[in-house]
């Protein structure tokens, strides 16, 4: 058989089978990417209107009110997940960057870099909520309660691999010219890293650390059972703290529409720690890269 | 040595001072990157540690057997993988055609590139919420939404059963469907993105062979650009179902938390996620925490699992592209 | 402009002007390309003579936004014409590209694939069959039918390609400096089949090997560009003359650079 020869004509149509099947798909796509869009601004809408609303002064400097009565705020969970999240960043953010530096500047002459980039990749698919058990197993169980520490190290191995990851990125945008201009003043590598590569790529590696700080303070499946809640200040990094995460987590399951209107507060200004520094990131990758 | 005034040279082989410190540095570096490693193991010995009381009681029974009795003491997990399972096919029932969609969409020429560069980010956005705010999202905008549909899906389609129970059964608007709905939501930022750029890195050759033979532009997509990248493709979905199967707020704040297996799509359910998030602080006995270690362990080993299915698809894109 | 159908001659360029967005790439382009016969084009890169042959299958505007003005007809039919079909287009003008690009799929998959697309019935594999023996790579494949394509040699990717486009029985073939990536036996087996596939179709051929186009070709086109580096077509005639009586002083620098 041979194909046979169509009819000469060019602008005999396309079958309609063909046509119908390409008009479909294109706008089975496009709506399909409306569909995805819609949720985020869904979700940017009800916490931008209903989360401008609750805050106020109070919400920032007071504890939360006694159960039953109106008022009061969440001074206290924005104070500790600020505490709990510096407490994992001076954990995470010096191995986090020394590993990326390992990673980056030493995969040339060494095998086992594959091995940790493949666990590195591993540890950022542990669902968070693991991650929280391990740190109930390892810090709850041995120092006899819920702690400050506890979320602190959990949050710590959560943001890891995110510092890794992004400060990898950031060192591999500084171009190999760099190094080979720095070796052949005879400096060593040890040298080329922290006079040349590492103060190029700072900004990059600020941003990443932003990313996981953003990333850590929404997170709530790693603190409901390590720091746990309070509604107090915080008295002592071995007692329950509270977070803004946690808080929205049981305030959203309460029937009281007071407490329901601060977990939107506390929502909005999760989204908004979240939305800037996403953007920000996007910006210094962006224009580096 | 004598004290000579000829300028002195340095011997090109000894090491100098400079030298160790960039042996220590070395050593620093790549001591980091092994307690990275460590965490690793940690996580593994201790969570099988902690779960030894009920590995050891329960065993492998822990995975066919519904009771959950912290009362009785009696620990079986059945219902917690059934609503793992069951919320995570439905999110990708979803989130899989619909991220490839916008995937395609938007590596296509359908709008000009600064616009689709902007929509690529917003997706990318959707992975930036925290899950706890899609979960407060969940409980007070969609699940009412959800509740609707689902009513109309019970008048209309209710009398679709398996055995003698409806699929479509009563509406609760949280509940099973909920959870998939929320979860493919969350999810389709690491289908949509990842697709993107594994379609992206298609050489434009192969594209253009297509329509020189007079393939239109979707016999093109499917008939050439998915099959390359269908390796990609499915690193992207694979790893979109560990985040599924792992994440825990929004599902536990939507899920309706009833650890049943009940036919209806709508009915209420528990994830293992779920379990844990609910459990862990008030557990005292030394047995309901073991069972909860054994259940957090089982998520843990199957999340690694599947990641490392997914690390393999992709790192085989990556490989085979030069 | 009334378009004349003369059988004898495949295209019909008149008064063609090419933009990439706003850059003009070709300015005034008139041109008869005859049928059953071996066009060469050559000129120095960046002239136009690549943006020219993917003008011929309208291959350029799935790649970038690009303007056309004036008129070019495929035996007689305006192919900017809006109601043209451009899958009834690329299935009579057949390309085969630069870098061999067979489909990451088997041998067999890539020939059969036009014909699948265009839902063609009949006997497949005979039709698989006869566009290897046509594209000379039938002998070397027939026992790997089912294997990738992608382990065949650059040289055998390349009459692959050659032969998926021959599947869907073109009357035109464009080549795209189809060598440029081969090995010099593989390049000549190559100019074989082109010189045996002359008496069935139209091939149109950018080279930038002087040699490759005086061995085989029939015409020439010559293309440069101007002061303001927008291409123009200089010179054509029967590859003969260009070669060896050119006209234009610009046409004899080239050819006499380039072979000197």
Known sequence: MTMSKQSDDLTQPLEAGRTFFNTGMTILSGVFTLLGLIPLFLVLFYVLSQGFSSLNADIFTQLPAPSGTLGGGFGNAIQGTMIMVAIAASISVPIGVLTAIFLSEYSRDSGFVQYVRFGVNVLAGVPSIVIGVFAYGVVVTTSGGFSAYAGGFALAILMLPIIIRTTEEALKLIPWELRLGSFALGADRFNTIARVILPAALPGIITGIMLAVSRAAGETAPLIFTALFSQYWLEGLNKPTASLAVLIFNYATTPYADLQHKAWGASLMLLILVLIISIVARIVFRRRS | MTASSKPQIENLTTGSGKLQADTIARWLFQGAAFLVLAVLVWMTVVMAISAMPAISKFGFNFLIDKTWDPIQEQYGGLTFVFGTIASSFIAMLIAVPVGLGIAIFLTEDFLPENVLTPIAFMVELLAAIPSVVYGLWGIFVMAPFIRAFETWMNTNLGFIKIGDKSIFGTPYGPGLFSAGVLLSIMILPTIASISRDVLKAIPKSLRNASLALGATRWETIFRVMLPAASSGIIGACVLGLGRAIGETMAVTMVIGNTPQIDTSLFAPAYTISALLANEFAEANEPLHIGALFYAGLLLFAVTLIVNVFAEIFVRRVSSGRQ | ?260
């Not at chain 3, 990439?20 to 003579?49: E, F, H, M, W």
């Open chain 3, 1 to 260: 402009m009334s378009s004349t159908t003369t059988t004898s001659n495949a295209y019909q360029v008149r008064n063609m002007n090419f933009f990439y967005g706003t850059r003009q790439a070709l300015d005034g382009i008139n041109i008869d390309i005859p049928a059953q016969s071996v066009t060469a084009i050559i000129g120095p890169s960046g002239c136009g003579k690549s943006t020219f042959l993917k003008s011929l299958n309208r291959i350029a505007e799935a790649e970038t936004k690009v303007r056309i003005d004036g008129q070019i007809s495929l035996f007689g039919q305006n192919i900017y014409d809006p109601k043209v079909n451009l899958t009834q287009l690329r299935r009579r003008v057949g390309m085969v590209f630069q870098r061999p690009n067979p489909f990451p799929m088997s041998i067999y998959d890539n020939v059969a694939y036009g014909p699948r697309v265009f839902g063609t019935k009949g006997n497949l594999d005979a039709l698989v069959e006869s566009s290897l023996t046509k594209a000379a790579i039938w002998n070397e494949v027939k026992d790997k039918l089912r294997t990738s394509a992608q382990g065949l040699s650059g040289g055998q990717q390349q009459r692959l390609c050659i032969a998926r486009s021959l599947a869907v029985n073109p009357d035109v073939l464009l080549m795209d400096e189809p060598c440029s990536a081969l090995d010099p036996i593989a390049t000549l087996r190559i100019e074989e089949l082109i010189e045996n596939l002359r008496t069935q179709l139209t091939i149109i051929i950018v080279t930038h090997n002087m040699q490759q186009a005086g061995r085989v070709s029939q015409n020439t086109l010559f293309f440069n560009t101007d002061e303001s580096r927008i291409g123009q077509l200089v010179e054509s005639g029967l590859t003969k003359e260009i070669f060896f009586s050119p006209k234009d002083k610009r046409t004899e620098d080239y050819i006499t650079g380039r072979f000197g």
